[in-house]
């Protein structure tokens, strides 16, 4: 019964890199960013009214809060000047502030040419640094590696390093749509939004777009990845652009986002983890940063703008899963969701990703032992969210064509209106969150902590959440034939589901209920020093840490599953 | 699609000309070339020779025409004025011809149900807030068009057509949608407020029905005054409740379609949920009532799904429970009214 997942390798779709659009950028990256950097300030310009009073207190308030990071939360990749760079910023203000010569309009040209070198400082700082033969040379690492790892821990013998029996996509499973994403990649713009639960998403996802024989997609990571000099290398030869999260001023957000948008324009696929950060709670992300979402809308509307109505001035919204057995960071993560809504105290511990060791401890075990991840892409759609057809046309839910132009008209005329395009970022995010629910891959051991929690919820009604996870463990127990029961109630209903196209299961899901379990059990957060499940001696379930198990139980959340209990 | 026509040439459409459609017809005419539809051969003819139907005036400018496609090409902006229990299948003969581009703004107070094939309120008995569409709902679960906005509030058709002074709400989350309904409907007679609270707003000219009902079964009882102060004020306590509880604002139930309809409406001999209690109380049957009105009351519709809905919410409204007892359970009008005096309500105002 097991399903055929993709093993080959496509084609590229552009051969020649110097054709491949991030390319192309990286090429022209002085002018880009100049670009961004003067859009990006023109914006700010229209934000505040053309106003020198306004644009003065935002750049007072911008000047007050870097200094304030600068001093209290600095980085290791922090560039060097950055304190002298905005000492001078202060002083420039101070001049303009106190020069009593200048008259209302040179003040504001004053003021506007402050504006402008900050700007420029963060288009700069934002821009990615990508260079096609440092590309090559990390995915042929990964694969490599991955490769010689595997073979090495699978096959045994002394030939075994240089087996290619296993690949790495023997481990990393890729369903769904993957030749609508191949072939719309090279008719218009696409726009790959991922679940986030794993820092190592980022490098997932970039070597699965490399599988498909797409160019690079660019994204935004979280310049704290740079940080770390492994991922800096991963970061930069993967097309990222750096999103600083500590930077929440206006001239910066707008800089961000103006990068973005002109990227989208310029035909960069992007990638945006839409959750923003990675799901602390284990649950599918619900809410969604719309920031940067809001900047393909942007994007798709421009285009329309300019005139470019065919496929090739088109932006396509791909959702993709990542589902796993293990999250590396599950329990920081959880920690930090718990003490973010309740009242636990929890200690800080160290981020399990701190350094560039513990990742490779990590993808050691990862290889070594067995942990399979799929990766499911879903169907393309529109930036409203409609369904596209084969030639990109949107769909709307009879399978009529529909013009996604019709959508930003207002009296026959393409039109700007932020609010409205607001709106339609909210639908978007609502639409990518009902598919990450649709083509989310459930694992044996998602539904093996879910039924558990849940009987453990269930048997002390009573308690809520924060005194069910503070639950001695050892006094927690459940009788396998009850668990299996409930197994079994929950699988049916998940198949159910799956019949309806509410859900993906995996094919392992198919075996006997035994098996479902031993598997689920075996492959539940394996590699965490406390096991979220385990048999006892009796061969009843137990646990070995509740605030884990809550973590992989809410992998299923948002399903009504809960109902069976 | 023919895009490029500017919005000069473009007309209003006006769907279903019932008296409120008419009424807000004749308002729209007065500044744009206006379209109205409707379904019957005849009640088109006599619109577009006599300006008239079933002795309410329209505009001369106006035309009239039974073609859903035809409509929807030469208008970009069109007001849906149906009842309820038609406005699903109105909006499925529109919706093949209706594009993104399309701003509907609907004045239907009413609700629908979202219930599978076979299903109906006698067979599922409870419903949950999935089950139960708003008009907004509909049109956006049955159509492509998104700018969706709704008119709600005191505005009885009667005093429009005479020309009183009166005002509405328009609620949208497009900005563009509320200032469209404000440039096309506001006059010196004709004041027009925006709120983006959607579900709120068409939640309160919803809700406001059961509670004119109610005010009705009081005035046939002839109970007088005080009696009518304590219905409007408890009544609007439970359209706060409910409303929250079904996804709307507490503020826009405070606010014209909210307080200022449901004062209207519970002082109103026009209003058709006014007179339905109004009958009861006077010893009438629902059957009896409901065979000689010519347009529909909406309220009793409503008691039924908000009846069916608290079942499973699990908050209380007194004054709907009586209604529906009363309604569909053979409870009598004064059983009913003994019962809410004994309902133990101890706090004035517990929703602030």
């Given at each position: ?397 009879r399978g009529r064509k529909i013009d996604t132009r019709d959508y930003f008209l207002s009296d026959g005329k393409v039109t700007i209106d932020h609010q409205r395009e607001e ?143 | ?352």
């Amino acid at each position: 019964m097991e399903e055929k997942y993709i093993k080959h390798r496509y084609d590229p779709i552009i051969p020649s890199k110097n054709e491949w659009p991030v390319v192309k950028l990286a090429r022209e990256r002085r002018e880009f960013v100049k670009k961004v950097a003067d859009l990006a300030e023109s914006r700010v310009l229209g934000l505040t009214g053309k106003n020198p009073e306004i644009l003065k207190e935002e750049l007072e308030t911008t000047l007050y809060r870097e200094k304030l990071r600068i001093k209290q939360n600095p980085w290791a990749v922090d560039p060097k000047d950055e304190d002298s760079f905005w000492n001078e910023v202060k002083t420039s203000l101070l001049q303009i502030n106190t020069d009593t010569a200048l008259d209302k309009g040179k003040r504001f040209q004053a003021y506007q040419g402050v504006l402008h070198r900050i700007t420029s400082r963060y288009a700069e700082e934002i821009a990615s640094n990508f260079k096609a033969s440092h590309y090559k040379f990390t995915r042929r690492m990964v694969t490599y590696g991955f490769a010689r790892l595997l073979n090495a821990a699978r096959v045994k013998g002394i030939k075994s390093i240089f087996s290619t029996q296993y690949t790495l996509q023997d481990k990393i499973q890729i369903t769904g749509q993957t030749d609508q994403i191949r072939d719309l990649a090279t008719k218009g713009t696409i726009v790959m939004v991922p679940t986030h639960f794993s820092n190592l998403d980022s490098v997932l996802i970039g070597w699965i777009i490399s599988v498909l024989g797409m160019p690079p997609f660019i994204y935004g990571a979280g310049l704290n990845l740079f940080n770390i000099s492994i991922f800096a290398y991963f970061m930069n030869a993967l097309g990222a652009y750096k999103v600083d999260r500590r930077k929440k001023n206006l001239m910066y957000l707008e800089t961000l986002k103006t990068y973005s948008k002109e990227a989208i324009q310029f035909g960069c696929h992007s990638l945006f983890f839409p959750g923003g950060t990675r799901s602390r709670s284990g649950m599918i992300e619900s809410r969604l940063k719309l920031g940067l979402l809001s900047t393909a809308i942007e994007a798709q509307r421009a285009n329309f703008q300019n005139g470019l109505n065919d496929i090739s001035g088109k932006v396509f919204i791909v959702p993709v899963t990542i589902n796993y057995h293990f999250v590396l960071e599950a329990p920081i993560l959880i920690q930090e969701h718990l003490s973010a809504t309740g009242q636990e105290r929890y200690y800080k511990e160290n981020d399990e990703f701190s350094n560039s060791y513990k990742i490779s401890k990590f993808l050691f075990k990862f290889f070594t032992k067995g942990s399979d991840i799929s990766v499911s892409v879903g169907r393309a759609m529109d930036v409203l969210g409609n369904y596209v057809d084969a030639e990109g046309n949107s769909l709307d839910k009879r399978g009529r064509k529909i013009d996604t132009r019709d959508y930003f008209l207002s009296d026959g005329k393409v039109t700007i209106d932020h609010q409205r395009e607001e709106e339609y970022t909210n639908m978007l995010g609502k639409r990518i969150v009902e598919e990450f629910h649709i083509i989310n891959r459930v694992f044996s051991s998602h539904l093996v902590s879910f039924v558990a929690f849940e009987i453990i919820k269930q048997k002390n009604s009573k308690l809520d959440l924060f005194d069910l996870i503070r639950l001695p463990e050892e006094e927690i127990s459940i009788p396998y034939q009850e668990f299996k029961a409930a197994c079994e109630l929950v699988l049916a209903r998940i198949f159910e589901l799956k019949a309806q196209g509410k859900i993906d299961a995996a094919p392992h899901l198919k075996r006997t209920m035994d098996e479902i379990i031993a598997h689920g059990i075996d492959n539940v957060g394996m590699y965490h020093a406390k096991h979220p499940l385990v048999r006892d001696k009796a061969g009843d379930i137990a646990t070995e840490d509740m605030s884990l198990l809550y973590f992989y139980h809410n992998r299923l959340h948002g399903y009504g599953l809960e109902k069976l209990f | 699609m023919a895009l490029k026509n500017s919005s000069k040439s473009k007309k209003i459409g006006v769907v279903g000309v019932g008296s409120f459609g008419a009424a807000i017809a004749n308002m729209l005419a007065e500044k744009s070339e206006v379209m109205v539809y409707a379904r019957k051969e005849e009640v088109v003819a006599e619109i577009n020779t006599f300006h008239t139907l079933s002795g309410r005036e329209f505009n001369p400018t106006i035309r009239a025409t039974t073609d859903p496609s035809g409509l929807c090409r030469d208008c970009d902006i069109l007001f849906f004025m149906v009842p309820s229990s038609g406005f699903l299948e109105v909006v499925r003969n529109f919706a093949p011809f209706l594009y993104p581009y399309h701003v509907i703004i609907h004045g239907t107070k009413g609700l629908a149900l979202n219930l599978g094939k076979g299903e109906s309120l006698d067979t599922v008995q409870k419903l949950k807030r999935s089950q139960i569409l708003t008009m907004s709902e509909v049109i956006l679960q049955e159509t492509v068009a998104v700018r969706v906005g709704c008119l709600a509030g005191p505005n009885i058709s009667k005093e429009l057509s005479l020309g009183h002074p009166a005002a509405t709400v328009i609620a949208s989350k497009y900005n563009e949608v509320i200032l469209e309904g404000q440039r096309l409907l506001r006059s010196e007679r004709f004041q027009v407020y925006g709120n983006s609270d959607i579900i709120g707003v068409e939640l309160s000219g919803v809700l406001k029905n059961i509670i004119a009902i109610a005010s009705g079964a009081l005035a046939g009882l002839g109970l007088g005054e005080n009696a009518k102060g304590l219905l409007i004020s408890r009544g609007m306590v439970e359209m706060v409740h409910l409303s929250k509880a079904l996804g709307g604002s507490v503020q826009s139930v405070m606010g014209l379609a909210g307080v200022g309809d449901l004062v209207t409406t519970c002082n109103s001999v026009d209003s058709r949920n006014f007179t339905v209690g109004f009958r009861l109380a006077k010893g009438e049957t629902l059957d009896q009532i409901l065979a000689t009105m010519d347009e529909v009351a909406e309220g009793i519709n409503t008691v039924r799904i908000v009846d069916a809905f608290i079942k499973t919410a699990g908050i209380r409204a007194p004054i709907t429970e009586n209604l529906h007892r009363v309604l569909f359970e053979d409870l009598s009008i004064s059983e009913a009214l003994q019962a809410l005096m004994k309902y133990p309500f101890s706090v004035d105002v517990d929703f602030v």
